[in-house]
């Protein structure tokens, strides 16, 4: 009996389709907690030629949910652990291992070599830059992401749909968005979205029922509530990336999840002497704040501004909402200037609770 | 009108509920960020899109009494 005899006797599949499948390639970008199961399903179900792109290497705490992995391959790369499970899985088929990381450079290229291309990435830098190449390449992106209990699954780049960009334009501002797999994450979440990403392969393969294209599918798995949500295509956003595509392969991603910006309130540090107060807003950014001894750097200028900065004492560093301020703190750190704190409250916060604290001073006299 | 705004994701941990109702009596959605945004005070932080009766829009929209929803993104994988 034929490996793939449940697929060829559905009579939607049948030899035609499970040829299609063979006769395909997917690149899978990350093998973690979604390209586990999405590679497993995959290979499994005879896709010709399985691509696998990640630099990592096998942490114990991935074990918690990503299946293709096991003691016997901690400290591994990724790429080619996987490779050696999958080639025992299916050994008909050609899985090919890239263990290195994904840049503007080599992406355009490798998307090329295949027909469609699956998101598990974990962290947005690359995610746009798996977009913009999929749409550069024109090669459909079966996208999946996850947050705690929560996931996303969405077909882009298909069929002229929208892409990634269409529904969140540009990557949040660093710090904003925790990025990378320090928060928790239940096990069986991944397992579950990055399933749903292979049937989404597979539909598009096989041309078979509705993709997700246009749509992102919300999945809780507390409550268990889905929700469809319609997306458009906005082919202004689409042509602003196909415009630059010339350069495309000269950006650079900056990936810092290992830096965590401390953050403070200013309540807990408004009375303490020894600290310096830092406004990284640009100068005629208002309101500007009063009764309070204020060295002002903008955030695009503090790089060459490092002599204003009092290395006896500690930095709180503010800005008008509190984002600037956390890339002021993650650009300090990187520069290795220690004793920097975000401050969380936005300029028009931080006068208002001046005013009061010097209010109650006045009061106690 | 009577609105019920869904919430997901971070949103959800800024709002400390997934689902809330109120009564509201401004015409666009950009109004109703506004209350939202002065409710909870740390919502401007964070980066997410607006859904309206199950459907992506921009914030000059006008309000129709079908659910909203804020969506963020997610990065994990």
């Known amino acids: 009996m034929s490996r793939y005899n449940r697929h060829i006797i559905l009579s939607e599949i049948g030899q035609a389709g499970q ?12 093998a973690g907690g979604l390209g586990c199961p999405v590679l497993q399903y995959l290979t499994a179900a005879g896709v010709g030629t399985v691509g696998i792109v990640d630099f990592d290497v096998v942490d114990i705490s991935n074990l918690q949910r990503q299946v293709l992995y096991g003691t016997s ?18 050994d008909e088929i050609s899985i090919i291992a890239y263990a290195e990381k994904l840049t503007h450079k080599n992406a355009v290229n490798l998307f090329q070599q295949y027909d469609i291309i699956v998101d598990g990435t974990d962290n947005f830098e690359t995610r746009y830059l798996v977009n913009d190449a999929s749409i550069i390449t024109n090669k459909p992106l079966v996208f999946g992401a996850i947050y705690k209990f929560e996931g996303q699954v969405s077909v882009f780049n298909y069929k002229n749909g929208p892409s990634y960009r269409c529904l969140f334009p540009n990557p949040p501002e660093k710090g904003s968005v925790a990025n990378c797999s320090k928060i928790g994450v239940l096990g069986v979440l991944p397992g579950i979205i990055g399933a749903m990403q292979a049937n989404e392969v597979l539909k598009i393969i096989l041309e078979l029922g509705n993709t997700l294209s246009g749509k992102l599918l919300c999945y809780n798995a507390l409550t268990l509530q889905n929700s469809t949500l319609k997306i458009h295509r906005s082919d202004e956003t689409i042509q602003s990336v196909l415009k630059d595509k010339e350069n495309f392969h000269k950006k650079e991603i900056d990936i810092n ?15 303490k002497n020894n600290i310096q107060f830092i406004d990284v807003r640009e100068a005629h950014e208002q309101p500007k704040i ?3 001894e204020v060295t002002n750097v903008p955030l695009s200028k503090l790089e060459n501004n490092l002599d204003k900065l009092d290395s006896a004492k500690k930095k709180a560093i503010f800005c008008q909402s509190g984002i600037r301020s956390k890339r002021a703190v993650e650009l300090l750190q990187k520069l290795d200037i220690q004793n920097c704190y975000s401050v969380n409250e936005g300029a028009s916060e931080i006068k208002i609770i001046i005013k009061e604290h010097h209010k109650m001073l006045s009061n106690e006299r | 009108m009577h609105i019920t705004i ?6 959800a941990e800024v709002t400390q509920t997934e689902e809330e109702s109120l009564e509201f009596s401004g015409s666009l959605v950009s109004e109703l960020l506004e209350t939202l945004h002065s409710k909870y005070n740390t919502l401007k932080n964070k980066d997410f899109q607006v859904v309206q009766n199950q459907e992506l829009i921009s914030i000059e929209t006008k309000l129709t009494g079908d659910d ?7 990065a994990g994988g």
């Open chain 2, 68 to 74: 909203i929803a804020l969506l963020p993104p997610f």
């Open chain 1, 257 to 271: 999840c290992e830096i965590e910006v401390t953050t403070v309130s200013i309540e807990a540090i408004i009375s």
């Open chain 1, 73 to 90: 391959t901690l400290g591994k790369n990724k790429a080619e652990a996987a490779k050696k499970r999958l080639e025992d899985l299916n």
């Open chain 1, 19 to 30: 040829d299609k499948i063979s006769n395909s390639k997917v690149l899978v970008i990350g």
């Open chain 2, 6 to 11: 869904k919430y997901f994701g971070q949103i």
């Open chain 1, 290 to 292: 009063e009764g309070l």
